[in-house]
Nanobody, 132 residues
């Protein structure tokens, strides 16, 4: 069983930055697909960024492109999400998720993002609050 633990959430003003970290309990990152998802009050959970095992594929949701960066840590079981130029609409509970199988893609037109339902392991989440 893989356990994921997030850290780095907090409260910032609009335009500020935060860096989220996700550490997996098992040293299986070499074959894991990991990502960040968020859920705001009253809204459905949505994908934010996903990085494939080995880092050869990265996906971002349109609203964070150019502002957020997902990356692998030096440790094989760590993934980061650097969030810059934060906006109030980025306020949400951010969760790290992982799967050992390649997730399918949900596509709408030319935009594709890994399917949330294909991620097996989930962390408890870390709150990000952005004030205007």
């Amino acid at each position: 069983q893989v356990q994921l633990v997030e850290s780095g959430g907090g409260s910032v003003q609009a335009g500020g930055s935060l860096r989220l970290s996700c550490a997996a309990s098992a040293d299986t990152y070499g074959s894991m697909y990991m990502g960040w998802f968020r859920q705001a009050p009253g809204k459905e959970r949505e994908g934010v960024a996903v990085i494939y095992a080995g880092g050869d594929s990265i996906y971002y949701t349109d609203s964070v492109k150019g502002r957020f960066t997902i990356s692998q840590g030096n440790a094989k079981n760590t993934v980061y999400l650097q969030m810059n130029r934060l906006k109030p609409e980025d306020t949400a509970m951010y969760s790290c998720a992982a799967t050992i199988f390649p997730p399918g893609l949900h596509c709408s037109g030319a935009y594709c993002f890994p399917r949330i339902g294909d991620f097996i392991y989930w962390g408890p989440g870390t709150q990000v609050t952005v004030s205007s």
